[in-house]
């Protein structure tokens, strides 16, 4: 599952570092990357009249099987300090467990927060 999401990003157009990681034993696929999006327009503050830089990172982490994946997200204005959230994005991806349970009388794997 994650070798195809890191196919698929690396065909894209969009500019950003993936790599396979590993926490606690379980493998997860970090994303790094430095976005322009449209600056907000914020009540009282002047306009930059152009696009805000974004540091965002993501770590997704699928479930034993493959059934399911969690995503763990972070996007900061505060690009040059966006690694140092590196840890806390890491120690998030520790925490997700995942647990059986019953929709309609199927079972399938849901998130455990």
Not at 33 to 53: C, D, F, N
Not at 83 to 103: E, K
Request: proline letters at 7%; aromatic letters at 6%; hydrophobic letters at 40%.
């Amino acid at each position: 599952m994650l070798a195809h999401l890191i196919e698929s990003r690396s065909a894209s157009e969009e500019k950003s570092d993936s790599w396979f990681g590993d926490v606690d034993g379980r493998p997860m696929l970090v994303t790094e990357r430095v976005a322009e999006l449209p600056a907000p327009a914020i009540e009282g503050l002047p306009s930059s009249g152009g696009p805000a830089e974004v540091y965002q990172l993501e770590a997704l982490v699928p479930s034993d099987k493959g059934e399911a994946l969690a995503a763990i997200q972070l996007s900061t204005s505060f690009v040059t300090e966006g690694p140092q959230y590196r840890r806390m994005v890491f120690d998030a991806a520790r925490s997700v467990a995942f647990r059986p349970g019953t929709v309609n009388g199927v079972t399938n794997t849901s998130l455990r927060l």
